[in-house]
Structures are given as structure tokens and as C-alpha cells.
DNA sequence: TTTATACTGAACCACATGGTTCAGTATCGC
DNA sequence: GCGATACTGAACCATGTGGTTCAGTATAAA
């Protein structure tokens, strides 16, 4: 049996669950980024794009780096992992698609090498 | 590009962001249960209860069948697939765990055959 | 018909979220 | 050193969450 850590789960998602926050994760996937370039982009005050970004720090999918008075930050994707592998132990209830998904990962393999 | 729907992995993250959600979900897996039967396995009161299958039910995540004075609960796992889509487009972000990935993937298909 | 069962709704509480503004601090560039 | 830049924190507001209790309704069972 896999062991879930609950708390991890319950952050992470709990931190997806915002589309400011999935906009931000899209956004540092392409790399590290500085704060306030990031926020830029985004309709609403620095100060209520910060509360987004400590939201993503304690759910451990954003890491900060303090250079000067400039924050640099990162993605850190690894706890995605947690909710994904949560999730995919229902993926045979909603569709018999293992096989495509056996496939894609096949792919992905194949793509990464 | 896929097409997600933003409004639904709002609610559906935030649905299994609790773990007694995830807990429901994972009983109504097994197949469909009385209200008030998995409620009972819950250390909370029954309206504290209900008020996590509301959460479900607007997430698109259990359905409820009336019969008489019973509710019936169902799952309907489909919501979940629209999260899992969205994580697994970072997939190859946190690790490079696709062999193992692609090998539970065959094993799974294995084992349901 | 009475009583027990299975909820449902309203009201309340404490706390978190998602936003704001305004004031403050720290650092960089000139 | 001075001013601009890049945040940070406190305070406030409305709303949602996660729980409670208590009272009510509807149905099933005796």
C-alpha cells in the first residue's frame, strides 16, 4: 500500500485550487522567476499576489530566494507528485484508459531520452 | 493545448483538499453507501458530515439518489480526471520517475485483465 | 398511531481566504 | 545621501470552511 502524506495533500491541493496559484505554477514551470515580474501579469495589488505566493511556499511548490531586496522564485513541483499519485489510483473508476495512459507515459520516456 | 476547465478543478481541488473528503471518496469507491452508514465511521456530527457531501456534490464528485428517507451516495469519479490531467502536465517536472510510472501503468493493465 | 430513523436547516463560532489600502523597511542606482 | 524600487506587515472587509447544537420534517416500522 502507498502511504499518502495527508498534510501534503491536503496543502497542495488546497493551494491548486486557485487559479491565481495554477497561473502562477504555469508561469515558473518555464523557469525561476522574479516576483514582481511574475505579479505583474496578474489584475490585483502586490500585497494580495504575496498571499498567493505564501500559499504556494507552505504547500512546498514555490521556493523563494532572497537576493538584495529582489525575490527570486522557483518552482519545486516535487509534492505535485503526492496528489497526482492520490489521484491516479482512481483513474480505472472514471475511464478504462490505461491504456492510453501506459502509452503516454511510454511516450514521454521515449521523448525524454 | 488541452482545454481545462478552471471552474471545476477549483472546486474539485478544494473538494480533496479535507481529508474526510478524501476519505468519503475513498469508501464510495468500494460502491455506493447509505448516507448515513459512512457517516457513521466519521468522528463529527451528522450535519458536520453533510455538509463535507454538499462540498462533493457541487465538485461534481457523489451523487445523491433519494429513496424514501435514505440518501444514497454514489461516486462519480469523472471531476477527478480534469486534476489529474492538469498535474500531469508537470509530470516530468518533479521527477524523471517515468519508468516506474509506465511500469505500474502495465501492471495495472496486467492485473485487470 | 405512535415512535424511531434519517436526514435538513438555521444559527452560531473560530478561523482561513482573497482581496484591499496604507504605512514601513531595506536595498539599489545615481 | 536621496529617491526610486521591491517588497513586507498590519488592519480591515466579505465570504467560505469546518465544526457545533437544536429544532423540524418526512418516512418507515412496530
Known amino acids: 500500500m502507498v502511504q499518502y502524506r495527508a498534510a501534503t495533500i491536503d496543502r497542495v491541493s488546497a493551494a491548486i485550487s486557485h487559479p491565481t496559484r495554477r497561473a502562477i505554477?504555469?508561469?515558473?514551470?518555464?523557469?525561476?522567476?522574479?516576483?514582481?515580474?511574475?505579479?505583474?501579469?496578474?489584475?490585483?495589488?502586490?500585497?494580495?499576489?504575496?498571499?498567493?505566493?505564501?500559499?504556494?511556499e507552505r504547500a512546498g511548490l514555490v521556493r523563494r530566494t532572497r537576493r538584495g531586496r529582489e525575490n527570486t522564485l522557483a518552482l519545486s513541483p516535487q509534492p505535485l507528485s503526492d496528489v497526482t499519485r492520490w489521484l491516479l489510483q482512481y483513474e480505472r473508476f472514471w475511464t478504462a484508459r490505461l491504456d492510453r495512459m501506459q502509452e503516454y507515459f511510454a511516450k514521454q520516456k521515449e521523448n525524454s531520452q
Chains 1, 2 share one sequence.
Not at 515558473?28 to 504575496?50: I, K, N, W, Y
Request: aromatic share 6%; glycine share 6%; charged share 20%.
Open 25 to 56: 505554477i504555469h508561469r515558473l514551470a518555464h523557469g525561476p522567476a522574479r516576483l514582481s515580474d511574475v505579479a505583474e501579469r496578474f489584475p490585483m495589488s502586490l500585497t494580495g499576489f504575496c498571499k498567493h505566493v505564501r500559499v504556494l
